[in-house]
């Protein structure tokens, strides 16, 4: 694993990036991925700070060889860009009276003017309709989805099909639609040309929907590092986080450092951590290991992201941390460092169970 990756091993890292890699050529093809908004699946969704994905003509101004569909298109995105961009930072109750029907409009036009001589482009822009102003601008997931779905199940290009279905998903996922999930992955699987990398990345995502808050923390098997099983059933009656990591990437490391450091600055018997490492030097995981200033149990397969666990939680980046309450639900799963917020959440969630009832009392001086 190199040492700056948080992503999976080339077969899965490579979604976008082994596509962005090929030759291009200069047609819709070349510049649907730009278009799609894809380059943050299975990732937390863009803040209102974040600019959308790139226009997909850029360039296409100066490029004698640009098509009238490539310039048209554009004009759209550049007039398009700056609008979502003051959308995103308008507060809820401004946003909802937001419709962007002339937008929206302007966007359904160019489909229906292009559809038949650059179909991709054309299903592109749905795609970048669907994503950038439907669901990260207007908050209107349900349409988007529609629109994803139609899109991956119909467009005749398979690139812009498969990310169709991946945005689709990551829709699905944040609203832990499980059935929606399923019913996507069967439709896009229906393509005789769906894309091993993509069903895989689905059935990843099949599997996180099952980690999000609420949901019972699934069975898995884990040893530590001298090859004890973890008895997860003991959890229950605890706070416990759990820290999915690698010593080799700098993020996941600081998680871990800040996890522990959280735990030993808490000292409270209702709270346990776990960390479940993808590191395949155990040499290296145990000289990280001795840095931190409270121990807790690790399990390192040494398989990386094909280890049995990480399978089961389908997570596709780390550090990834999820943190089980007392009942064994899971009441918190973020991907990426939690940073500073880590220790008042601690603070916040056992205080809560305590006064509920679902945690003892802490002892006296404890």
């Not at 419709?99 to 001589?117: M, S, Y």
Request: proline share 7%; charged share 25%.
């Amino acid at each position: 694993m190199s040492r700056s990756s948080i992503s999976p091993p080339p077969a899965r890292r490579s979604l976008p990036s082994r596509l962005l890699r090929a030759p291009l050529r200069r047609s819709a093809t070349s510049v649907l991925l730009a278009l799609s908004g894809a380059l943050g699946i299975a990732t937390a969704a863009p803040s209102a700070q974040e600019a959308p994905a790139a226009p997909a003509a850029a360039g296409a101004r100066d490029d004698a060889s640009a098509t009238p569909a490539e310039r048209e298109w554009q004009a759209i995105t550049d007039d398009l860009t700056p609008k979502l961009m003051r959308l995103r930072e308008l507060a809820e109750d401004e946003r909802r009276k937001q419709t962007f029907r002339a937008e929206l409009a302007r966007i359904g036009e160019f489909v229906r003017k292009f559809q038949a001589t650059e179909p991709d482009l054309a299903a592109s822009a749905r795609v970048f309709m669907a994503t950038q102003v439907l669901w990260r601008g207007l908050r209107r997931d349900r349409e988007a989805i529609e629109v994803l779905r139609d899109v991956a199940a119909n467009a005749t290009g398979q690139v812009v099909a498969s990310l169709a279905a991946l945005n689709a998903g990551e829709i699905l996922l944040k609203s832990a639609d499980e059935t929606g999930l399923t019913e996507l992955r069967s439709l896009y699987a229906a393509r005789k040309d769906a894309d091993p990398i993509f069903l895989t990345a689905l059935d990843g995502l099949c599997r996180q929907v099952r980690i999000q808050p609420g949901r019972p923390f699934p069975a898995l098997e884990l040893k530590d590092l001298a090859g004890v099983a973890i008895d997860t059933a003991a959890w229950k009656g605890n706070l416990v986080v759990l820290l999915v990591f690698n010593v080799e990437a700098p993020p996941a490391r600081a998680a871990l450092h800040g996890l522990a450091a959280a735990v030993a600055k808490l000292k409270d018997p209702a709270l346990r951590a776990v960390g479940l490492s993808l590191d395949r030097d155990r040499k290296l995981l145990l000289d990280e290991l001795a840095k931190l200033p409270v121990a807790f149990p690790i399990d390192c397969s040494g398989k990386e992201w094909d280890g049995a666990a990480v399978q089961e939680l389908g997570l596709t980046q780390i550090p990834a941390t999820l943190v089980i309450d007392p009942a064994g639900k899971i009441l918190f799963s973020r991907v990426g460092d939690v940073g500073a917020e880590l220790e008042p959440l601690l603070i916040e969630w056992l205080a809560g169970f305590r006064a509920s009832g679902d945690l003892p009392a802490r002892p006296a001086g404890g």
